[in-house]
């Protein structure tokens, strides 16, 4: 009697395990996919950019295509954090790099907003508005992805299972303040 209490024990907590394994790796898996579609608007953003800003280096002084290539080099180096992120998507350091080059970013562009003649203004304006649009409503399937997950991450017995597989919570990315 006592085997089979110990037998049927032991199959409740390994189907258990399973279950909590498989649900981990689900949510784990829609908060990578949720970060797919973040980083396909990001990309959409930097592509018209860097477009706009190889357009403007035709016609620029030499003084301005010296502002415009400071600012193709911060692009470059934020699809860099951002191809870093897609090999990591979850990995802190990866995504905090990547919000970094965001800030870095948009601090160029209002810079040279103040400096830059007035035909080439509006163009920043317009970069600086569709990151305002586009980015947060893009962040919110992500950000709720990740609430769940990290949630589900921090329940208990199924936290230990998660800490004996290495699952990190999801990263929360505030750029509220970068974009406005």
């Known amino acids: 009697m006592g085997a089979l209490i110990f037998g049927t024990s032991l199959a409740l907590l390994v189907f258990w395990a399973v279950g909590a394994h498989n649900r981990l790796v689900r949510l784990r898996s829609e908060v990578v996919r949720q970060w797919s579609s ?3 608007v990001w990309l959409r953003l930097l592509v018209r950019l860097q477009g706009g800003i190889a357009a403007r280096q035709v016609l620029a002084s030499e003084e301005e295509t010296q502002d415009l290539q400071k600012l193709q080099t911060i692009c470059d180096d934020l699809l860099e954090a951002l191809s870093q992120s897609r090999l990591q998507p979850l990995d802190e350091g990866c995504q905090k790099q990547v919000v970094s080059q965001h800030l870095k970013l ?8 103040q400096n830059a003649p007035e035909a080439i203004r509006p163009d920043l304006e317009i970069a600086l508005s569709r990151m305002r649009q586009t980015l947060p409503a893009a962040m919110i399937p992500y950000h709720v992805a990740a609430l769940i997950y990290n949630e589900a991450l921090a329940m208990r017995p199924a936290s230990w299972l998660g800490r004996r597989l290495n699952f990190k919570p999801a990263m929360r990315m505030d750029l509220s303040l970068a974009s406005t």
């Open 38 to 40: 973040v980083d396909a």
């Open 106 to 113: 948009v601090a160029e562009i209002r810079l040279m907003q």
